[in-house]
């Protein structure tokens, strides 16, 4: 099975759910009714969407779905997001090294509505797979934990043939122990003070990585990567 189309994909997602779980709007009609107003670029509000759901002879009111966002169980979304990873997976078979760039943004929004609870932040941590386009499984981060400790759960979002990428906040030797304790392929940037040795070797708790360097004479910009 090939997915060529967003409403082939919608299709696909939505084929198991159930249409007789909830006597008024059941699971399968109530995903449809999210990726609606997601991929539908011409709808700008939630009254905008139900406005047309109900002229296309979907009864259903705002006011039920409202309250079904309230009570639902999320996770409905997380296997649908699980079992697209998966698709996409058999799709692209392993047969050669893919770069996998990982990295962690603050999700300003979801700070906001979190800021009673006492978290002072939201960040989404994952990585993008370079073959398939798609995201590996996804890190949410209520707090101010740094990103240097996500390290093992990293090396699980990666494909057997991954090669994870990083920027200089998430090097450390601690980031670094954990890739080669799974013996994990990685390329992360480090500042450049840090120091090797004449090898161009750096000794961590679990072994040594190597320091590849390069850069640019004339602009006098280098890099070091531990890989």
């Not at 697209?84 to 999700?107: G, M, N, Q, S, W």
């Not at 990428?165 to 670094?176: Q, T």
């Amino acid at each position: 099975m090939k997915l060529n189309s967003f409403p082939g994909i919608v299709k696909f997602l939505l084929k198991d759910l159930s249409p007789n779980d909830y006597p008024v709007l059941n699971s399968c009609l109530f995903c449809s009714i999210w990726f609606t107003g997601i991929l539908d670029k011409g709808i700008n509000s939630l009254r905008d969407l139900f406005y047309q759901l109900n002229h296309a002879g979907i009864k259903v009111d705002l006011s039920t779905f409202s309250k079904a966002n309230r009570t639902r169980d999320p996770q409905i979304f997380m296997r649908l997001y699980h079992k697209l990873l998966r698709y996409i997976e058999e799709a692209h078979p392993e047969k050669k090294l893919v770069l996998c760039p990982f990295d962690a943004t603050v999700i300003p929004l979801m700070s906001k509505l979190f800021w009673l609870q006492g978290y002072r932040q939201v960040k989404l941590i994952t990585t993008l797979n370079q073959d398939t386009k798609s995201t590996g499984y996804l890190i949410v981060n209520l707090g101010q934990e740094h990103e240097i400790n996500f390290g093992e759960d990293i090396v699980k979002m990666l494909p057997e043939n991954g090669v994870a990428v990083g920027d200089r906040g998430f090097y450390s030797h601690k980031v670094f122990d954990k890739f080669i304790e799974n013996d994990a392929l990685f390329i992360i940037r480090i500042k450049s003070n840090w120091k090797w040795d004449e090898n161009y070797r750096i000794t961590t708790g679990r072994g040594k990585v190597r320091v590849v360097c390069f850069g640019n004479f004339q602009q006098k910009v280098d890099y070091s990567n531990p890989t």
